[in-house]
């Protein structure tokens, strides 16, 4: 079409440049995609948009098919399946006989020394390798990401964790294979702009790291390096495992401390205090090499000024007055969890009857990066919310229809890792965004993340919960400045904060963990008590509805977890209605014929010895303690053959 030759001509190479006596008013600003400064006819202002829109969708679609057929074709288990027949326990009892005695005997204290030796050197390994995982994928995602803006296994994991650290056995969830189908998934899902995070996978991950460098040996590339073998038993592995979720957290925000908290919060049954300086340890040294590492990748070596993934960074202090504030946001982040947690059950109850072919997971994929696509753009199109480019708010600001000097605040949002738009809420000066384009975000990337959270891709849960939660806390605080416009305390950035963390307790439901974590990713103990408030009203306003949305996916699959406390007002149901009395059960001497007769009648492998919970009396000290300590814990007597309560002399109290 015709152009304002006054200004501007094509040259060879296709590009737009300026002739030479025309006055020189551009300046290195934003990337101009629609600029009204040049005069270009209908024809090229469609032609523009559409070649936007396809190469937008065509980028998405790829990436998500890539790594959905990647993860549908691996055969893993990191996703909510059908659910299988049984489930089975992990053994963590230790099996106790001559054979064991005699060995440690034999090889005296300087084994023991050894052992705990390798223990801490296997703790510090997956510190360091965790880090190193959580490194690579966070610059592989911001490397894509540059590539993708400048040119226009499932799930997070952390359920099939949860019941791994409590005794149930899921095949295949700390292999190798898992771990690079959870490390390829994850990065093509956030650079392929889905409604999904890092930080939740990186747990997961931690996990399978514990796992496979604590046994010594890959049963997916079916090598046995023959090291760590007195590690190879279940109960030590456990431990090995809860050590890598919490140095997975660690490398995710930059909180050791949180991390201990959310494998004894949300994982482990099974704890000790030499365990949490292991854990701890683990945690320390995750979070020293991901610093180190990033610093160095960031052109700042030696300053260690990246704690973790996600870093929040600093907010001011807090008023009293707005301690009720903090306490309503607290519900309303109760109320749009418990929301989040029953939209999502039903769509995955949904998937679990009729999306169960590869291709029809690969399809529903597809779409939903289509729709987040599609619907991002439209939003950046028709919203016109043009601020100043006083300093660059992101890495690729984007001008739209805004004018010289100008970038669209709706497209800034969009155009750039969910993190970095945390960030922009927690931070961005006040006036930034308006309430229109900052509503319809919040309502769309709520219904993503809905809809993006059990799709056959693998991405957490963290990041949109806490992005959404920071959408519509900012708003809250952008209502307040309306109302309040004299008030000095009000900033929109510090509400963004306490909804993300209402959001995102809403949903999950925790508490001791989640306040600890956010503590260490903002630097901030001032805001330890607002956070603790909006976290636990979001619990207590979410458990009315529904429980977490960890606890949901659990019992979609059918995994016979135990639950802390019974159900409640169950105090009129008895014992003989909801015990099973068909349980095939062993006694403790067995004809072999009888066992082999249930071994093929029986489609599980687990029986329960019927027998007095007895022990004999050469029973070695340590099996005796470990027994009779817990007796005690439960206020359990301990009885010889003639009833006579008996006393261990290494504990306190009469009993046990």
């Known amino acids: 079409g015709p152009i304002n030759t006054d200004v501007e001509h094509l040259d060879n190479t296709g590009s737009w440049q300026r002739k030479k006596d025309a006055p020189n008013k551009t300046q290195a600003g934003p990337l101009n995609v629609l600029s009204s400064k040049y005069e270009v006819n209908f024809y090229w202002h469609h032609i523009i948009i559409i070649i936007i829109i396809i190469t937008t969708i065509t980028t998405t679609i790829t990436i998500t098919i890539t790594i959905?057929?990647?993860?549908?074709?691996?055969?893993?288990?990191?996703?909510?399946?059908?659910?299988?027949?049984?489930?089975?326990?992990?053994?963590?009892?230790?099996?106790?006989?001559?054979?064991?005695?005699?060995?440690?005997?034999?090889?005296?204290?300087?084994?023991?020394?050894?052992?705990?030796?390798?223990?801490?050197?296997?703790?510090?390994?997956?510190?360091?390798?965790?880090?190193?995982?959580?490194?690579?994928?966070?610059?592989?995602?911001?490397?894509f990401s540059k590539i993708k803006y400048k040119t226009l296994k499932y799930c997070s994991g952390i359920p099939q964790v949860k019941c791994y650290l409590n005794g149930v056995k899921i095949p295949r969830v700390v292999r190798i294979k898992t771990l690079a189908v959870k490390v390829i998934g994850v990065v093509t899902s956030v650079v392929g702009g889905l409604a999904a995070g890092k930080e939740g996978p990186m747990i997961h991950s931690g996990a399978v790291i514990a796992a496979g460098i604590s046994q010594g040996k890959s049963t997916s590339m079916k090598?046995?390096?023959?090291?760590?073998?007195?590690?190879?038993?279940d109960h030590e592995k456990r431990d090995f495992v809860s050590g890598g979720?919490?140095?997975?957290?660690?490398?995710?925000?930059?909180?050791?401390?949180?991390?201990?908290?959310?494998?004894?919060?949300?994982?482990?049954?099974?704890?000790?205090?030499?365990?949490?300086?292991?854990?701890?340890?683990?945690?320390?040294?995750?979070t020293f090499t991901l610093n180190v590492i990033l610093s160095t990748y960031h052109g700042h070596p030696g300053e260690l000024t990246y704690a973790g993934l996600l870093n929040f960074g600093k907010f001011d202090t807090y008023d009293f007055k707005e301690l009720p504030i903090f306490l309503v946001m607290g519900c309303i982040?109760?109320?749009?969890?418990?929301?989040?947690?029953?939209?999502?059950?039903?769509?995955?109850?949904?998937?679990?009857?009729?999306?169960?072919?590869?291709?029809?997971?690969?399809?529903?994929a597809a779409l939903v990066a289509a729709i987040a696509a599609i619907f991002?753009?439209?939003?950046?199109?028709?919203?016109?919310?043009?601020?100043?480019?006083?300093?660059?708010?992101?890495?690729?600001?984007?001008?739209?229809?805004?004018?010289?000097?100008?970038?669209?605040?709706?497209?800034?949002?969009?155009?750039?890792?969910?993190?970095?738009?945390?960030?922009?809420?927690?931070?961005?000066?006040?006036?930034?965004?308006?309430?229109?384009?900052?509503?319809?975000?919040?309502?769309?990337?709520?219904?993503?993340?809905?809809?993006?959270?059990?799709?056959?891709?693998?991405?957490?849960?963290?990041?949109p919960a806490i992005l959404t939660g920071a959408a519509w806390g900012r708003l809250a605080?952008?209502?307040?400045?309306?109302?309040?416009?004299?008030?000095?305390?009000?900033?929109?950035?510090?509400?963004?904060?306490?909804?993300?963390?209402?959001?995102?307790?809403?949903?999950?439901?925790?508490?001791?963990?989640?306040?600890?974590?956010?503590?260490?990713?903002?630097?901030?103990?001032?805001f330890a008590f607002p956070l603790m408030l909006s976290l636990i009203m979001a619990k207590?306003?979410?458990?009315?509805?529904?429980?977490?949305?960890?606890?949901?996916?659990?019992?979609?699959?059918?995994?016979?977890?135990?639950?802390?406390?019974?159900?409640?007002l169950s105090n009129k149901i008895y014992a003989s209605e909801v015990m099973n009395h068909a349980v095939v059960v062993l006694k403790t001497v067995e004809n072999v014929g009888i066992i082999v007769d249930i071994l093929k009648a029986t489609p599980h492998n687990g029986f329960p010895v019927v027998d007095p919970c007895?022990?004999?009396?050469?029973?070695?000290?340590?099996?005796?303690?470990?027994?009779?300590?817990?007796?005690?814990?439960?206020?359990?007597?301990?009885v010889n053959d003639a009833h006579e309560v008996l006393h261990l002399g290494l504990l306190q109290g009469p009993v046990a």
């Open 477 to 526: 605080g952008m209502s307040l400045t309306t109302m309040l416009p004299n008030s000095t305390w009000v900033d929109p950035g510090k509400y963004a904060l306490v909804g993300a963390a209402a959001q995102l307790g809403g949903t999950v439901r925790m508490t001791i963990s989640l306040t600890v974590i956010l503590i260490e990713a903002t630097g901030n103990i001032t």
């Open 614 to 638: 007895t022990e004999r009396e050469s029973a070695s000290l340590p099996r005796v303690f470990r027994l009779f300590r817990a007796l005690g814990l439960r206020h359990l007597t301990v």
């Open 223 to 233: 090598r046995d390096l023959r090291i760590f073998k007195y590690f190879r038993e």
């Open 68 to 143: 959905t057929i990647t993860i549908t074709i691996t055969t893993t288990t990191i996703t909510i399946k059908l659910p299988q027949p049984q489930k089975y326990s992990l053994d963590y009892d230790i099996c106790e006989n001559h054979l064991l005695l005699d060995e440690e005997r034999s090889r005296g204290y300087k084994y023991v020394v050894k052992k705990n030796l390798a223990r801490w050197f296997i703790f510090l390994l997956i510190g360091v390798i965790t880090a190193i995982v959580a490194c690579g994928i966070d610059i592989t995602i911001e490397e």
């Open 376 to 463: 991002g753009f439209i939003m950046m199109v028709s919203i016109n919310d043009c601020k100043p480019l006083d300093k660059d708010p992101t890495l690729f600001p984007i001008q739209m229809h805004c004018s010289d000097g100008d970038y669209s605040a709706v497209a800034a949002i969009w155009f750039q890792t969910p993190e970095s738009s945390v960030k922009s809420l927690f931070h961005d000066p006040p006036g930034s965004h308006k309430f229109i384009s900052l509503g319809i975000f919040f309502l769309l990337y709520f219904l993503l993340s809905v809809c993006t959270y059990g799709l056959s891709v693998s991405g957490g849960l963290f990041i």
């Open 245 to 286: 979720a919490a140095a997975g957290v660690a490398a995710a925000f930059g909180a050791p401390v949180g991390g201990v908290l959310f494998s004894l919060e949300e994982g482990a049954s099974f704890w000790n205090q030499s365990l949490t300086w292991r854990i701890f340890f683990a945690s320390v040294v995750s």
């Open 540 to 568: 207590w306003t979410g458990d009315i509805f529904n429980e977490g949305i960890y606890d949901i996916h659990i019992k979609l699959s059918q995994v016979p977890i135990l639950q802390w406390e019974p159900p409640p």
């Open 333 to 364: 982040g109760g109320l749009m969890g418990s929301l989040f947690n029953h939209i999502n059950y039903k769509l995955t109850v949904f998937r679990m009857r009729y999306i169960r072919r590869k291709w029809l997971k690969v399809l529903e």
